[in-house]
């Protein structure tokens, strides 16, 4: 079995979400937000969302992590927070040694929606309905899930292309 765990990351909020694959079944395993608050000072929310993703990671102990990459953020802050957080993520993911891959949006919503421009409510009802989540997800935890779905995609792919 194979078990990937999807991470979106943020400065505010941090969606993961863990997604296992047994033969050519997917199962959900679990998914949630680590939520922070405005009010507190970048280096403390750093701190927050490392400790609490690190204890996910323990928890689930997947076999790989996958990250979503930065192209856009509302400004020059709003990005350099952004990149802080996913250093965080990178890192909480490597000190538990997980080896961690990285996708862009686009790529994501290909592989989840069959559309690169695809909205936030298109990728949440299809990884909904991939994963038979009767639940509602946030949209920061249906992106990590969907993080989660593309590679395990991508490995089925690079499977077929090698001959693995």
């Keep these: 079995m194979k078990v990937v765990i999807g991470i979106d990351p943020g400065s505010i909020v941090c969606g993961y979400g863990v997604v296992a694959k047994k033969g050519h079944e997917l199962h959900y395993v679990t998914s949630g937000d680590i939520r922070m608050s405005k009010g507190k000072p970048l ?7 490392f400790e609490e993703l690190r ?3 323990r928890d689930v102990r997947p076999d790989e992590a996958a990250i979503e990459k930065v192209f856009y953020a509302r400004g020059k802050q709003a990005a350099l927070h952004l990149g802080h957080a996913r250093g965080v993520t990178m890192l909480s993911a490597a000190i538990e040694d997980v080896p961690v891959v990285q996708y862009s949006a686009l790529e994501v919503k290909k ?3 069959g559309y690169g421009r695809a909205d936030k409510d298109q990728v949440i009802k299809m990884t909904r309905l991939i994963l038979d989540i009767g639940a509602e997800l946030t949209s920061d935890s249906a992106d990590a899930l969907a993080l ?3 590679h395990l995609n991508s490995i089925n792919i690079f499977k077929a292309l090698s001959g693995v």
């Design 111 to 113: 592989a989840v929606v």
């Design 55 to 57: 204890a996910v990671i």
């Design 148 to 150: 989660a779905l593309c």
């Design 43 to 49: 280096e403390l929310r750093l701190k927050q969302l």
